[in-house]
């Protein structure tokens, strides 16, 4: 008898999940970064990469947290 194959991901995710809260963390970060960049009205323009990198580090490390305790609750 064969057992079925192990879920790695939760019913209605996707393997690259995580790669996608990179993208959409970036977005949010760089459009945070040029809100700041508007409000405080200077020419700094790195605020947005800045932004951008750290909201696309956020969101790929809550994306990879999420998956693995669903990992972690569902061991078989």
Same mark, same amino acid.
């Given at each position: 008898? #064969?057992?079925?194959?192990?879920? /790695? #991901?939760?019913?209605?995710?996707?393997?690259?999940? =995580?790669?996608?809260?990179? /993208? #959409?963390?970036?977005? +949010?970060?760089?459009?945070?970064?040029?809100?700041? @960049? =508007?409000?405080?009205? @200077?020419?700094? +323009?790195?605020?947005?990469? #800045?932004?951008?990198?750290?909201?696309? +580090?956020?969101?790929?490390?809550?994306?990879?947290?999420?998956?693995?305790?669903?990992?972690?609750?569902?061991?078989?």
């Amino acid at each position: 008898m #064969v057992d079925p194959p192990r879920r /790695r #991901v939760p019913p209605g995710s996707q393997p690259y999940d =995580a790669l996608n809260g990179l /993208r #959409v963390g970036a977005l +949010a970060g760089a459009l945070a970064g040029a809100g700041v @960049t =508007a409000i405080v009205g @200077t020419g700094a +323009a790195w605020t947005v990469l #800045v932004g951008a990198a750290m909201g696309g +580090a956020v969101g790929f490390r809550s994306e990879r947290r999420r998956l693995q305790r669903w990992r972690d609750q569902h061991p078989d």
